[in-house]
């Protein structure tokens, strides 16, 4: 069986698809953006395959690909479309339905847990209804304390279930107050690297690959999962 896992972040530019790239690639998992708004320089796809030694056959197609680089509600409501929760569940089970092999789909969200995806629905309803656990990234910054705690909070107030903190850049050293406050494990600290080449993203996978998995595994007895 497939076990998807969602990748969020505190924020927009924090580093998710770096994180996913990396995840994907410790995984040799398959790789999903559900939702893609903005491709003027390329797609997430297209940079994860781009990133990892596997078949890019693991690499699914979006279900929503919009142009416009803004909110997921704002770049479909431009394009005339309605971003659809079902759609996205049914792309995917239809594709867990037609796989041969167990292993792991890593999905990753846009922005952060409450940027709106129609008039009622949020990011964080599209994890919760594609049932995977959540792999927080938080980017080290000033006021990255408050907006990683107030992202725990809501997974907490939602009851979704938090795999842990993958950290990105070395910026203050918030991690330790952070997963103290916030209850939710480390699974690993990334250097910040401002143009991160194959070589990086696989120099990252072989050494987060370990933590991950042993995450992994204590995450299938979370509730929810």
């Given at each position: 069986m497939i076990q998807p896992i969602f990748i969020t972040g505190i924020g927009t530019?924090?580093?998710?698809?770096?994180?996913?790239?990396?995840?994907?690639?410790?995984?040799?998992?398959?790789?999903?953006?559900?939702?893609?708004?903005?491709?003027?320089?390329?797609?997430?796809?297209?940079?994860?395959?781009?990133?990892?030694?596997?078949?890019?056959?693991?690499?699914?197609?979006?279900?929503?690909?919009?142009?416009?680089?803004?909110?997921?509600?704002?770049?479909?409501?431009?394009?005339?479309?309605?971003?659809?929760?079902?759609?996205?569940?049914?792309?995917?089970?239809?594709?867990?339905?037609?796989?041969?092999?167990?292993?792991?789909?890593?999905?990753?969200?846009?922005?952060?847990?409450?940027?709106?995806?129609?008039?009622?629905e949020f990011i964080l309803d599209l994890a919760q209804a594609l049932n995977a656990p959540l792999i927080l990234v938080s980017r080290n910054y000033l006021g990255s304390i408050n907006h990683s705690l107030l992202t725990a909070t809501v997974c907490k107030t939602r009851g979704l279930p938090v795999a842990g903190w993958i950290f990105n850049d070395q910026y203050g050293h918030y991690e330790t107050e952070i997963v103290q406050w916030s209850g939710i494990p480390t699974i690993a600290s990334i250097p910040l690297q401002e143009r991160p080449d194959k070589a990086f993203?696989?120099?990252?996978?072989?050494?987060?690959?370990?933590?991950?998995?042993?995450?992994?595994?204590?995450?299938?007895?979370?509730?929810?999962?």
């Open positions: 530019d924090v580093g998710k698809t770096v994180v996913a790239a990396i995840i994907t690639e410790a995984l040799q998992a398959a790789y999903w953006k559900p939702v893609q708004a903005g491709f003027d320089q390329g797609t997430d796809s297209q940079w994860v395959g781009s990133m990892i030694s596997h078949s890019q056959h693991n690499i699914l197609p979006e279900a929503y690909k919009l142009s416009l680089p803004a909110s997921p509600h704002i770049a479909a409501r431009e394009e005339g479309v309605v971003i659809s929760l079902d759609k996205i569940t049914r792309q995917l089970r239809d594709w867990q339905d037609a796989q041969q092999s167990d292993g792991f789909l890593v999905i990753e969200g846009a922005g952060g847990l409450l940027v709106p995806l129609n008039d009622k993203i696989h120099a990252q996978a072989a050494r987060i690959r370990q933590p991950l998995l042993d995450t992994l595994d204590k995450t299938r007895q979370l509730p929810g999962t």
